[in-house]
Each structure stands twice: as C-alpha cells, then as structure tokens.
C-alpha cells in the first residue's frame, strides 16, 4: 500500500516529558528456555486502552529439538494477540483450532466466557536450530462481551493494512489508526501496530484514541529531546499530539492504545475479569477437570497434559 499522508508528523514533538504521563521499564524473567520482558501490568501502569498485559517474549535461540512448550491452559474475559519477529509456534486450542504463526502475521484468540489452549514449537521445527522473537498481549473485553462465546481468527501477513514511504514502514495488527482499518474483530476500539523508523525518521501517534503507548522493541526514539532505549514503555497523556523520531540506529517500535474500559480489570494468573466473582468460579471450573461436561476442555490434539490451577 502507497504511504499515507497521515503518517506525516505535521504537528511539532512534544516540546516537555510532561506529555508522558508514564514510563514503564519491564522487569525480566526467565521462564526456563528463554527470558520474557513483562511491561504490563506494572507497578506504574495497569493498562493501556483495553491492553491489560504486554510481554515481550525473546529473543532466544533454541538447540535442534529444543523450543517452547506451553501446556493447555484457559483463559476468560479477553483476546490474546500474538506477533512475531521471528521463528514459529504452532497455537491449538478448545475449539479445534491448530494453527502455525510466522513473522507478520496475528494470532486472535476472543476467551470470552472460557477458553484452552497450547503453544509449542512445532515438531518440523525441532528439527534444526531455530529462534523465537515477538510480543505477546492481553486486550480485555468490554464488560458487555466478557461472556461471549470463544472464537478464533488468524489473519497473514498480506491481509494486514502495510504502509511505508519516509524511512517508515507500519503494519497495523489490530484496529484503527492513520486511515487504515484491520481486519480483525475487536470490542472495542483501539489500535496496535509494528513500527519500523529508519535513522531520523519520525512519525506521529494516532490522536483519534484515548489513551496511547510505545514499546521500544530495538533501537531507541526520542521525544521531546530525550532518548528512548530498547525495553522501555512510553504512556502518553490523552489529548496531546506527539511524534516521535528514531535515533541515530532506526528503532522498532509497538504502538498501542485505544479507549479506556468502563472500570478497572481483575487479573489472576491467566484470568481477566471486571469481577472477582467471575474469577472464583473460572478458578473452579478449571480446577474440577471436568472435560467432558465442563466449562473448559482441552484441545482435541494436545490433551495429554495441562497447567494445574495454581
């Protein structure tokens, strides 16, 4: 797709940090194979529009028949959206679903009312050395939708909006932002994009959305004549018009945002809700095991094992 004029920065950068209402710096953990960089929830911010939960997963480097293993485990009350970098996994779910995902591409899960899925490293990939390289997110359901039935959509890397001219390359991953539209159905709106900025290149965020975030993924950016460093989230203040420019290396970048929810979300372990009573009886369905009858099932192909409840 040709450049879109509203990615110009016409309007000036922020002229004092002031219009960063938040900085978060993830904190790291390793998670046996590879290290995970967590920027939501934090200490300083919980969420960002509907975005309840950010990591950063990688980047590794997995041996021949080494990769990731994430056991069966269920959700309720969100969407996960998973990007990649690099590398693969291969997603199967309660639904039946069992879909691979590659670089440039989205992975849309809706939990809804309960969900179960894996992700795992596929078989034909163990086969070599591979890496892994992405960012996975939790967009929490408008209270309205947290019951919906679960679903499932996977869209590739031709179908997602991709704009690029003036040392800017953007793919819109989810909603609405620059002019541009993706295909996959939200809740509520929002926008989340992957940003790559040559040296110098400066782009603006969109104003049409309440709240707005960047996640330095590499490089580093500068605002309001302050620098930016990869592993870092920037929470600006509604209203204000920011750009943003890349540092002398280019910089990759995740923005996100949209509007705020009618209140706040509980999270626990993989659960998200706009009450706990709602997270005590999905605490107790899991537990129960019933697959058969149950709230939650397995997926149909990877239904050997699961995560207990905590």
Same mark, same amino acid.
């Given at each position: ?178 002019? %541009? ?40 950016? %500068? ?35 949209? %509007? ?19 997270? %005590? ?30």
């Amino acid at each position: 797709m040709s450049w879109n004029p509203a990615l110009e920065p016409h309007y000036p950068d922020a002229t004092t940090l002031d219009a960063i209402d938040t900085i978060v710096v993830p904190r790291a953990r390793d998670i046996g194979d590879f290290e995970v960089r967590r920027a939501l929830p934090s200490a300083q911010r919980k969420m960002v529009g509907p975005f309840v939960f950010f990591d950063q997963m990688g980047p590794a480097e997995f041996l021949t028949d080494q990769g990731i293993d994430v056991r069966p485990h269920p959700h309720i009350g969100l969407a996960t959206v998973t990007y990649l970098y690099q590398g693969e996994f291969q997603h199967r779910d309660s639904l039946g679903t069992n879909q691979m995902i590659y670089p440039g591409e989205v992975n849309w899960m809706i939990a809804g009312n309960g969900v179960t899925h894996s992700e795992r490293t596929s078989a034909k990939t163990r086969q070599n050395p591979s890496s892994l390289f992405g960012i996975q997110t939790w967009v929490a359901l408008p209270e309205e939708h947290e019951e919906t039935d679960a679903g499932f959509e996977h869209h590739s890397e031709g179908a997602l909006p991709f704009l690029e001219g003036e040392g800017k390359q953007v793919r819109l991953i989810l909603g609405t932002a620059w002019g %541009e539209r993706a295909p996959v159905q939200t809740f509520s709106e929002m926008f989340y994009a992957d940003v790559v900025l040559d040296p110098g290149a400066a782009i603006p965020l969109p104003q049409e959305h309440e709240d707005r975030g960047l996640y330095v993924t590499s490089g580093s950016i %500068e605002v309001a004549g302050d620098v930016f460093e990869a592993g870092q989230m920037m929470v600006f203040r509604p209203g204000d018009a920011i750009s943003v420019k890349a540092g002398p290396a280019g910089a990759r970048l995740m923005a996100l945002g949209g %509007e705020t929810l009618n209140g706040p979300r509980h999270i626990w372990w993989n659960f998200v809700a706009s009450s706990r009573d709602k997270i %005590e009886a999905a605490k107790v369905a899991w537990a129960a095991g019933d697959w058969a009858h149950g709230r939650f099932q397995l997926p149909p192909d990877d239904k050997d094992e699961f995560i207990p409840l905590p």
